[in-house]
């Protein structure tokens, strides 16, 4: 199994446009990559920083959803911006 773990920052002052964001379009989309197995998104308690780590199947659809995710990126004008995106080998879980 692979993880592409994402951070973006988001606009304090729009928090809850950034969560209606994420709950109405981006999570939905995640479901629908090529095999998806599930996602967390995750936002620091203090600061601007969000972290999404979404799991798939393999390495070949986690590199398809960085492409993807890379190229289209949140929306222009957006409560959020990319950071970082990148692919992880999962090596172990509990």
Sequence with gaps: MHAVVTEVKVDASREEE???????????????F???????WLRALEGERGVAVIFFSSEEAA???V????SEGPPPG??????SVDV??????A
Excluded at 67 to 70: G, K, L, P, V
Excluded at 78 to 83: F, I, L, Y
Excluded at 88 to 93: D, G, Q, R
């Design 18 to 32: 950034a969560r209606k964001l994420l709950h109405d379009v981006v999570a939905p989309q995640a479901k629908q």
């Design 34 to 40: 090529d095999g998806f197995v599930a996602g967390r």
């Design 63 to 65: 590199h398809a959803a």
């Design 67 to 70: 492409e993807r995710a890379s």
């Design 78 to 83: 957006g409560p959020a911006t990319m950071q």
């Design 88 to 93: 992880f080998e999962v090596i172990a879980e």
